[in-house]
Nanobody, 123 residues
Framework: QVQLVESGGGLVQAGHSLRLSCAASGRKFSSYVMGWFRQAPGKDRVFVADVSWSGNTTIYADSVKGRFTISRDNSKNMVYLEMTGLKPEDTAVYYC????????????????WGQGTQVTVSS
């Protein structure tokens, strides 16, 4: 089992950058696929990015490709989401998640979730 705690959210202006962090505790962190998802008010939770257990493979939602970068540091049990060129439509609660299966954009593939961190982008 793994516990996840996100941090780094906040209020930023459009075009600016923000870095989210996810601290994981528990066993075998390096064996988990890690992902970021987001949920805007009144909408479903949607996929943002995934990173493989080794960090060598990543996948992104089309809406963030080229602007966001997911990475992990297995020595520190940390996952990051570097967000650049932020847009008002990026406003959402961002969740870190862990999966024991494969890279996937489907939330149901992820067994463990953090509590979320709010990101608000003003125009």
């Amino acid at each position: 089992q793994v516990q996840l705690v996100e941090s780094g959210g906040g209020l930023v202006q459009a075009g600016h950058s923000l870095r989210l962090s996810c601290a994981a505790s528990g066993r075998k962190f390096s064996s988990y696929v890690m992902g970021w998802f987001r949920q805007a008010p009144g909408k479903d939770r949607v996929f943002v990015a995934d990173v493989s257990w080794s960090g060598n493979t990543t996948i992104y939602a089309d809406s963030v490709k080229g602007r966001f970068t997911i990475s992990r540091d297995n020595s520190k049990n940390m996952v990051y989401l570097e967000m650049t060129g932020l847009k008002p439509e990026d406003t959402a609660v961002y969740y870190c998640a862990a999966s024991t299966t494969i890279l996937s954009p489907r939330p149901r593939e992820f067994e463990y979730w953090g509590q979320g961190t709010q990101v608000t982008v003003s125009s």
